[in-house]
């Protein structure tokens, strides 16, 4: 009957019985400029600065 030759570290095996598995993050779509971006993020349309629908920071004109 075979065994193991040596003993298998508690790492080893608790990596083998894992089962944690990384998610997508959670998308949503703008509803002032359409875009789809990351939920409580600020996010970027040309330049402006958006959070939750709102303008935050507006692009410099040159």
């Known amino acids: 009957m075979p065994n193991p030759k040596k003993r298998t570290s508690a790492s080893r095996r608790d990596k083998r019985r894992t089962h944690y598995t ?4 959670t998308l949503s779509k703008c509803k ?6 990351m939920r409580h ?3 970027e349309v040309d330049g402006n ?10 692009a410099k004109a040159d």
């Open 32 to 37: 002032t400029t359409g875009t789809i971006h």
């Open 22 to 25: 990384t998610s997508l993050p």
């Open 41 to 43: 993020r600020a996010y």
């Open 49 to 58: 600065l958006y959070y939750n629908g709102k303008l935050v920071i507006e």
